[in-house]
């Protein structure tokens, strides 16, 4: 059985406003539910490990997805229970994602654990995948011959235009898309807030929540591929 390792925020807080944050909810349930149809196991990891933050303004039960999986006691439990990712053996994982919200923006970037799992699990053939802002996970990950995993490749990620539309650019630490195409990534942009997924060999990124479901469809794909 295959086997993906899903990342979260640890970080309450948008930097210096006070505002509270986390991560989005749909946009991990989204590719879960494609996971767990195709018969794909999850483990839910986060940078400190234990119960992470979420943003409240994701909280939509009215989404039948979200309302499935928060009404399911194994993801509760494993919800509860994150893993911490410097505990995390990548060698078990056959693919990596990592899911987006404002809160990544301040732990995932800078985040040794991230660089070495997400290098390990690459460099060992598997597949690297993020949605929304998820994608600052992927900003410094370099690979073992010292070369950014996203230098020269087709991506995309939360655009400056979004963060502009969420009044959030003098918020966040760093423009995303800015700081991938500063370390070679080829960013590729929507229409603000379209469903959008790229992928290039083994790296599949969404743009935004729309794009959560299709991202988990291209992790899907590639891992019965294999």
Not at 33 to 46: D, H, Y
Not at 107 to 115: K, L, N
Not at 138 to 157: E, H, R, W, Y
């Amino acid at each position: 059985m295959k086997k993906i390792l899903c990342v979260v925020t640890s970080n309450n807080v948008k930097g210096a406003t006070g505002i509270p944050t986390g991560f989005w909810l749909s946009e991990l349930t989204h590719p879960l539910e494609k996971f767990s149809a195709a018969g794909i196991e999850f483990e839910l990891a986060s940078i400190k490990g234990g119960k992470p933050p979420i943003d409240g303004d994701s909280l939509d039960f009215s989404d039948p997805i979200n309302k499935k999986f928060w009404d399911d006691a194994d993801f509760q439990a494993k919800l509860t229970n994150t893993l911490k990712l410097d505990d995390v053996n990548a060698a078990e994982f056959d693919a990596i994602f990592f899911a987006g919200g404002h809160g990544v923006m301040w732990d995932f970037v800078d985040s040794a654990a991230i660089d070495k799992v997400t290098r390990e699990i690459y460099e060992r053939g598997g597949i690297v995948s993020a949605v929304c802002h998820g994608p600052a996970a992927l900003v410094n990950v370099k690979l073992s011959d010292g070369k950014f995993l996203v230098d020269g490749k087709n991506l995309t990620a939360f655009t400056n235009g979004e963060e502009a539309d969420v009044q959030a650019t003098n918020i966040v630490p760093f423009l995303l898309e800015t700081e991938l195409k500063k370390h070679g990534a080829i960013h590729h942009a929507a229409a603000n807030w379209s469903n959008h997924v790229v992928e290039d060999g083994r790296l599949v990124t969404g743009q935004n929540p729309a794009s959560a479901a299709g991202v988990g469809e291209a992790v899907v794909k590639l891992l019965k591929e294999e």
